[in-house]
């Protein structure tokens, strides 16, 4: 890659987004553009025609320009990925202490707009979101071969972002052989990931510093309501007397109960069921629970669907508030990005306030620290884990 031809210049208006730190720019903040810069580095300059640094041009979606560097003339090469790269994974050797799978590169947080690499022991699973980051793949692999030498390398590419980008849905292994299960460590419990059929790129390793933290609260009773594949309550299940795991999809059923055996765990029972009908119903059998965990799937994922997400966790942090024994805890989580922490906040005091109980706060957490946020893309912190404890 040499230094870019393309030039990009932004209105007064992107210049001031730009300058406020945003890594993307949408197609109303550049006073031109030529559609030959598709996929190409360009030289983006500001109203005046200063250089403001380098991004990634696509004029086909709705974010054009995806930020690079603040320096105009730093060449965008091999050289320039291995230190991002270097540096994402020196960063993982400081936060990541007790687990083989974390989150490699977290895309703009990490400098590689639009990509996330996941590394699930000896595999790595790769999502690539936005149609610049596409040609660059294969020097990708080579410098994640260089640095981890994988047994494999997957692409998990079906996220539905990647249609924004007017790119196609595709899952393949990019390079070596892939074992159809992974087993991870994560604290004193292991459990088991399948790159390629697994939520997400395999894991919901955003949750990974939650579930240990959440270890403290358990005792008693536990109800973890939207289970997956066992994450809190594999942990959790060590200091409690009994656990109740719902799950809705006959396949994670399986794979939770794979993971208890694989743990020689007997305390927790798994139920199939739709974790809305089933709080209502443990609510009339009326036998409280020390912990309730809720981290259910994002209810909104557009604006259009704020309504019902609303009542949806509105309804679910309710029936959760009546379950508990007094002191005990609710642990509860939002991945919505569209919900704030404003919004969840206020949900979780109308629930509080219609359950005629004593609600503290107690914590409030975000995704895991190997999924950073960079501070001027606010949108990119979307994990809400918020513990409560009803007044004992
Ligand atoms: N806590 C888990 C991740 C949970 S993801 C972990 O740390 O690994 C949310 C889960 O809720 C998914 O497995 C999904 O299948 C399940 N789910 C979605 N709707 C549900 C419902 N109505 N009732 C029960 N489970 C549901």
Redesign the pocket.
């Known amino acids: 890659m040499s230094r870019p031809g393309h030039q990009v210049q932004l209105t007064p208006k992107g210049e001031r987004w730009r300058r406020a730190g945003h890594p993307w720019v949408y197609r109303d903040d550049l006073a031109s553009v030529d559609p030959a810069c598709a996929g190409q580095v360009v030289q983006v300059l500001s109203a005046q025609k200063q250089p403001l640094g380098q991004a990634f041009c696509n004029p086909k979606s709705k974010i054009v320009l995806r930020w690079l560097t603040d320096d105009p003339s730093v060449q965008v090469d091999r050289d320039f990925w291995q230190r991002r790269l270097k540096a994402a994974f020196d960063y993982r050797k400081r936060v990541v202490g007790d687990s083989t799978a974390y989150r490699l590169i977290h895309a703009e947080a990490d400098g590689f707009p639009g990509l996330v690499v996941d590394k699930y022991d000896s595999v790595l699973s790769v999502q690539s979101q936005s149609l610049v980051m596409e040609p660059l793949l294969p020097l990708i692999n080579e410098l994640l071969t260089e640095l981890l030498k994988p047994a494999a390398i997957i692409y998990r590419n079906d996220a539905a972002a990647r249609k924004l980008e007017g790119l196609p849905l595709e899952k393949k292994v990019a390079q070596g052989t892939l074992p159809e299960v992974v087993e991870i460590k994560e604290g004193t419990r292991r459990y088991t990931v399948r790159p390629m059929e697994g939520?997400k790129t395999g894991?919901?390793l955003d949750?990974r510093e939650n579930?240990i933290w959440a270890r403290q609260f358990a005792r008693g009773r536990v109800l973890d309501a939207?289970?997956?594949?066992g994450?809190?309550s594999l942990q959790v299940s060590e200091s409690a007397k009994e656990v109740l795991a719902?799950?809705?999809?006959v396949q994670?059923v399986e794979w939770l109960k794979e993971n208890l055996a694989l743990n020689k765990i007997k305390n927790v029972q798994v139920e199939r069921?739709?974790?809305?009908d089933r709080l209502r119903e443990l609510e009339k059998e009326g036998k409280p629970f020390d912990l309730i965990i809720l981290?259910?799937?994002a209810f909104a994922k557009s604006r259009g669907e704020m309504e019902g997400a609303w009542r949806g966790y509105r309804d679910i942090n309710l029936r959760a508030m009546r379950l508990l024994s007094p002191g005990g805890t609710l642990i509860t989580c939002s991945c919505s990005h569209q919900v704030s922490d404003e919004i969840f906040g206020e949900i979780l005091r109308e629930a509080a306030a219609d359950s005629k109980r004593r609600v503290r706060f107690v914590e409030q957490r975000t995704q895991s620290a190997d999924h950073p946020v960079l501070l001027t893309h606010p949108e990119s912190k979307y994990l809400k884990c918020i513990a409560l404890e009803i007044d004992p």
Do not use: K
């Open positions: 939520h894991a919901y949750q579930r939207f289970a997956y594949q994450g809190f719902l799950e809705d999809s994670s069921a739709n974790a809305f981290d259910p799937p």
